[in-house]
């Protein structure tokens, strides 16, 4: 199926356990972000790709780890996970900045993740 | 103080009236403005963007940028109960909280 696609949809996970969110898209989109959604806070991002095997740190990098190794996947890991990792996490993509147009956002349906 | 803020409501409009959404930013550079629409439990979806001072129409939305007062809106008119959900403004990659609009029938 064409789109940006997250999994789990929910997940819930204990502190100090490692997690990993997934993120997959068809567009072969150039950029995918990370961000989570906290009541009060609104979305933050947490990192961004430009392209494979690029990365960089978003507004809230810490305790989060992602890769890049293929275009059309960007999963987040969570090393350590703490209780204010709570969170709804949405994985977006966009095209290549070649012109402002390309500058929207294409969100996943994002995971809902409790750290008990 | 945030980089894009918003109020966040909730705005109470009865159907058919026109809403207004507002949203400030702290940034003089920034070239790219857009609205996002949020449903209870859904992904962001965009439903406007703009990138030139004054008005850009699509059906009955309409986007306004000032630049020099750094202010950016979204008019809904005609409102209906299916506009009921959260507005995210966002400057560039960066998001305000998001204004609750709540349309009554």
């Known amino acids: 199926d064409a789109g940006i696609t997250q999994s789990p949809r929910y997940k819930i996970t204990e502190t100090g356990r490692q997690v990993t969110l997934m993120c997959h898209q068809t567009?072969?989109?150039?950029?995918m972000f990370w961000y989570r959604q906290d009541l009060g806070h609104g979305l933050r991002l947490i990192y961004y790709?430009?392209?494979?095997?690029?990365?960089d740190k978003g507004e809230v990098p810490d305790g989060y780890v992602v890769s890049r190794s293929k275009t059309e996947n960007f999963p987040l890991t969570l090393e350590s996970a703490t209780r204010s990792q709570t969170s709804v996490y949405f994985c977006?993509?966009?095209?290549?900045?070649?012109?402002?147009?390309?500058?929207?956002?294409?969100f996943g349906s994002g995971t809902q993740l409790s750290v008990l | 103080q945030k980089e894009v803020e918003q109020n966040s409501g909730p705005l109470s409009v009865p159907e058919g009236a026109i809403a207004s959404l507002n949203c400030t930013y702290s940034d003089r550079g920034s070239q790219s403005f857009f609205w996002y629409r949020q449903y209870s439990g859904k992904s962001p979806e965009l439903i406007m963007f703009?990138?030139?001072?004054g008005d850009k129409e699509d059906g009955r939305f309409t986007a306004q940028l000032n630049k020099a007062s750094q202010y950016v809106s979204l008019l809904i008119r005609d409102s209906q109960p299916s506009d009921s959900a959260t507005y995210l403004c966002?400057?560039?990659?960066?998001f305000g909280t998001g204004t609750r609009l709540l349309v009554s029938p």
């Open positions: 977006a993509s966009r095209g290549p900045t070649t012109s402002t147009t390309n500058e929207k956002l294409f």
């Open positions: 966002a400057v560039r990659l960066v």
């Open positions: 703009i990138y030139s001072n």
């Open positions: 567009w072969s989109h150039s950029y």
């Open positions: 790709s430009a392209a494979a095997d690029i990365t």
